[in-house]
């Protein structure tokens, strides 16, 4: 198996370099241009085989669901699935926590985003008591070896940490209290783990000191700004998928251009070229 060496620089939410400052129409024409880099990005996994897994994590209210629409909206849903995480149901309760993920993984040519994912085990479940201590602790090292086996069996790992102040999270929750749009996003466990604030980030910083591997490094974008962060956020994607990868344009099949030549005739063929 590879290597899983922690990475060497720690990092910590309260010393994040900020985003470059940017107009909204900047962020846009930004979002917009990784956009198209990821349909092509997109494209070459189905034509190599290729597969990716991106986790998402952050703070409650960080912007996680809205950066993945936007990468959602990019691209073809027939090879791309998105995961919601949310508490192991009475089944996967009982199973090894790590095993309703293994079931969750990209085929050939797809992409799989988790909306949260395996690292609960080492923020929720641990800050809430939800398993003993020792569980909790022992699932840093199998965190590594797990991602360790998806990199070592030819899939790109992309783990995006989004991160909110304390005050505009505050700002976001309000927002949503008087939004009747936008309180379907609420509930009881976001107040309940704001509260523990300092639990999260010690759980946090913990998680990137043990986890923030060089087979799986974390990237972690400061999210108050959200069009700054999403368009942070798809560029890291970009340059984590487009590693190595091959983005010119696939020619046309022959099979498929002797075909349209025969139905739609010369003209169409040659501006197909």
Do not use: C
């Not at 910590?12 to 470059?20: F, G």
């Not at 241009?33 to 960080?62: K, N, P, W, Y």
Request: proline share 5%; hydrophobic share 40%.
């Amino acid at each position: 198996m590879g290597n899983t060496a922690q990475m060497a620089k720690s990092i910590r939410l309260k010393s994040l370099p900020p985003l470059p400052e940017r107009s909204k129409e900047e962020n846009d024409r930004l979002v917009k241009a990784h956009q198209e880099t990821l349909v092509r990005i997109q494209q070459a996994l189905l034509f190599s085989g290729q597969r990716a897994v991106v986790v998402f994590e952050g703070m409650d209210a960080a912007g996680k669901g809205g950066t993945i629409r936007r990468l959602a909206w990019a691209m073809d849903p027939r090879s791309l699935k998105v995961w919601p995480i949310g508490a192991p149901n009475e089944i996967e309760a009982k199973q090894h926590y790590l095993q309703r993920f293994w079931t969750r993984l990209p085929e050939k040519t797809q992409i799989a985003v988790f909306d949260r994912s395996w690292y609960g085990r080492v923020l929720v479940e641990r800050v809430e008591g939800l398993t003993p201590a020792q569980n909790w602790r022992r699932a840093y090292q199998e965190i590594n070896a797990f991602e360790q086996q998806l990199v070592d069996d030819g899939i790109r790992v992309v783990k995006i940490f989004l991160h909110i102040s304390k005050e505009q999270q505050r700002k976001e929750l309000i927002e949503r209290l008087r939004d009747p749009l936008k309180r379907w996003k609420l509930s009881y466990d976001d107040f309940r783990n704001r509260a523990r604030w300092s639990d999260y980030v010690e759980a946090i910083e913990d998680m990137f000191d043990r986890t923030n591997t060089k087979a799986a490094p974390w990237d972690v974008v400061p999210s108050d700004d959200k069009p700054a962060a999403r368009a942070q956020a798809l560029g890291i994607l970009v340059k984590r998928l487009s590693k190595g990868l091959d983005l010119s344009l696939p020619p046309l099949d022959r099979k498929v251009a002797r075909m349209a030549l025969k139905m739609l005739g010369k003209n169409a063929v040659k501006s197909a070229r």
